[in-house]
């Protein structure tokens, strides 16, 4: 398997064949609205304005496993995040990330990129960077700050 072999949902339940993103570097995050990191959607923008016309996709998957920190319906997700925090970058559906009904996607990128203990995503914010030919490169922890993996976004692009 490849990562566009995969198939996902966006917020409003179509299905994104992940084809749609060959050629670009990835960010794929798992956000909640409610969590002590959620403020890492302003530095998430920030990249995003910065690199999206050179060839950046940041890909917002929220996710309630975790202390039910994302609350509400997808439209309820996208309406908090493009208020507070102007996002701009694709939201998709609502997923687990752990356990049985993970999405296959995060499924392929745990596989890819174990975490320190395990290859369970501990929290929200868990960030996976993909390079343009669909490598999962590296995985960083919620406390990694979007600013801080800057410089390794820009050797990819």
Same mark, same amino acid.
């Given at each position: 398997?490849?990562? *566009?072999?995969?198939?996902?949902r966006?917020?409003?339940?179509?299905?994104?064949?992940?084809? @749609?993103?060959?050629?670009?570097?990835?960010?794929?995050?798992?956000?909640?609205?409610?969590?002590? #990191?959620?403020? %890492? +959607?302003e530095?998430?923008q920030?990249? *995003?304005?910065? +690199?999206? @016309?050179?060839?950046?996709?940041?890909?917002?998957?929220p996710? /309630?496993q975790?202390?039910? %920190?994302?609350?509400?319906?997808?439209?309820?997700? %996208?309406?908090?995040?493009?208020?507070?925090?102007?996002?701009?970058? &694709?939201? #998709?559906?609502?997923?687990?990330? /752990?356990?049985?009904?993970?999405?296959?996607?995060?499924?392929?990128?745990? %596989?890819?990129?174990?975490?320190?203990?395990?290859? @369970?995503?501990?929290?929200n #914010?868990?960030? #996976?960077?993909?390079?343009?030919?669909?490598?999962?490169v590296?995985? +960083?922890? &919620?406390?990694?700050?979007?600013? /801080?993996?800057?410089? @390794?976004?820009?050797?990819?692009?």
């Amino acid at each position: 398997m490849k990562i *566009y072999d995969f198939k996902v949902r966006n917020a409003k339940g179509v299905e994104v064949p992940m084809t @749609d993103f060959k050629g670009k570097v990835l960010l794929i995050v798992n956000t909640a609205t409610g969590c002590g #990191f959620t403020p %890492q +959607y302003e530095g998430l923008q920030n990249l *995003y304005d910065k +690199y999206k @016309d050179k060839g950046l996709e940041i890909l917002d998957f929220p996710c /309630n496993q975790f202390g039910h %920190q994302a609350p509400g319906t997808e439209e309820e997700i %996208q309406e908090f995040c493009t208020l507070k925090y102007r996002t701009t970058f &694709p939201l #998709f559906a609502k997923i687990d990330v /752990n356990g049985k009904d993970a999405e296959p996607l995060f499924k392929y990128l745990k %596989q890819q990129k174990g975490g320190f203990l395990g290859n @369970d995503i501990k929290w929200n #914010f868990t960030k #996976f960077l993909v390079s343009r030919d669909g490598t999962v490169v590296e995985r +960083y922890a &919620p406390v990694t700050k979007p600013e /801080n993996i800057e410089s @390794d976004i820009i050797k990819l692009l």
